[in-house]
């Protein structure tokens, strides 16, 4: 049975709920004591900044924390990615990244967005709606972006 008008309004709401809550509350909102690696981002575009920290150890994420100040959509995606990155090996880490960015920039690379489809992001699909205001994918890739480089790093040593 097809969604109808009503089921998108309900999704909506419910995505919506989840994005401030995680704004609101964000998980894993702290700075690790010895981590593995540091990583700073930045969004030039609107000026939205992060930290994150990385603790990993024999090819898992053992602990993640970051700190940083933006917009509620930066914040919240930093939030829910490390609360989903959390005790996962590195490769499902690297997975999620990747399919949760080729979701969001599914109208510049089809095949990556489809190759993302049979990955599970969690509760990141509430930003999906992002796809349709381009000025603020970045935002909402900010903490994606970070991890990937804080994974490269952590990977050099």
Known sequence: MP????????NDDLYRQIILDHYSRPRCNH???HPTCSVEGTNPSC?????????????????????GE??????AAASMLAEA????????VRQLAQAFKARLLSHDDAQAA???????????EALDGVRDYPVR?????????TLLTA????QKD
């Open 31 to 33: 700075r690790l004591e």
């Open 47 to 67: 000026g939205d900044e992060i930290e994150l920290d990385l603790l990993v150890k024999d090819g898992v994420v053992q602990d993640v924390g970051f700190v």
């Open 70 to 75: 933006g917009c509620s959509i930066s914040m």
């Open 151 to 154: 994974l490269d790093e952590a």
């Open 114 to 124: 489809q190759e993302a489809q049979g990955v599970d992001i969690g509760e990141l």
């Open 3 to 10: 969604n109808t008008a009503s089921d998108n309004l309900i």
């Open 85 to 92: 990155i959390k005790g996962q090996p590195v490769a499902k």
């Open 137 to 145: 994918i970045k935002c909402a890739l900010l903490g994606c972006n």
